[in-house]
């Protein structure tokens, strides 16, 4: 069985990392680039760099932050926010990313995905679903959660995978930021209508969240942002309960 990945998040805006609730009330969590250091010598599997603000704000990527954090780290980096094109994705590709995270382009042109796919590999491939709960389903948002779609999450996990996605990272807008865990129906409905790997993110306030999360769907990696960046818990801790639940993990200190 593959071992479930611990990635911590990066949420950036105008160039420091930042952690609000459910998107919004967003207040200063450090430099990403001391973060990234951090975490890759703390044993993160993978890293996510999400630059929040850019789709919102109609502008590119901050390139020059991104070949920052590169430079850092030896581990599986994600980049996402404000991707729009194929030159995009190959400028990242350039700038250090490993796999690059379209969430608000993916919606408005969803043959973005398979171009994507096709161009650089499907493994090159995530496709981010921010949703938030309506009644007994959930809505995908877009614009790092400011605007709402009449898209299902769940149909559209499956449509990005049949289009090419090789990697969904969810995102619950109801959990973000609030540590009371993760939305359990959320993750697992998607994890089980779709065969490609899916990153739960959004609540985790304690280990025992992740190991919730692993023990109750399908998701193979979990993802954490303000309760590493503040030190409430440290990577090698989940990772030793983990292993003391029998939750297949990589430790490598």
């Not at 420091?16 to 890759?40: H, M, Q």
């Not at 009449?150 to 499956?158: H, P, Y």
Request: charged share 30%; hydrophobic share 40%.
């Amino acid at each position: 069985m593959l071992s479930k990945r611990i990635i911590p998040c990066l949420d950036v805006k105008d160039g420091r990392v930042v952690k609000g609730i459910s998107f919004i009330n967003l207040r200063d969590a450090g430099d990403p680039v001391l973060l990234a250091r951090t975490y890759d010598r703390e044993g993160a599997d993978e890293l996510v760099f999400l630059d929040i603000t850019a789709s919102k704000e109609k502008r590119d990527i901050m390139l020059k932050v991104v070949q920052d954090v590169a430079k850092e780290v030896f581990i599986p980096f994600t980049v996402g926010g404000g991707i729009k094109s194929l030159k995009d994705m190959e400028d990242l590709l350039m700038a250090g990313a490993d796999k690059v995270s379209i969430n608000t382009s993916a919606v408005y042109d969803p043959e973005l995905i398979t171009k994507g796919a096709t161009t650089f590999g499907r493994q090159f491939m995530v496709v981010a679903i921010d949703a938030k709960r309506e009644n007994d389903s959930f809505r995908v948002f877009t614009h790092g959660g400011s605007r709402p779609t009449d898209l299902d999450a769940v149909e559209w996990a499956r449509e990005v995978e049949d289009r090419g996605a090789g990697e969904i990272l969810l995102t619950s807008m109801d959990q973000d930021g609030r540590k009371t865990g993760y939305d359990i129906e959320l993750t697992k409905r998607i994890s089980e209508a779709v065969n490609i790997p899916v990153i739960a993110s959004g609540g985790a306030g304690t280990i025992e969240h992740v190991i919730e999360v692993f023990k109750k769907t399908r998701a193979t990696a979990a993802l954490l942002a303000s309760v590493l960046h503040f030190g409430e818990i440290r990577i090698k801790d989940i990772k030793i309960a983990m292993q003391k639940e029998k939750i297949p993990v990589r430790l490598d200190w």
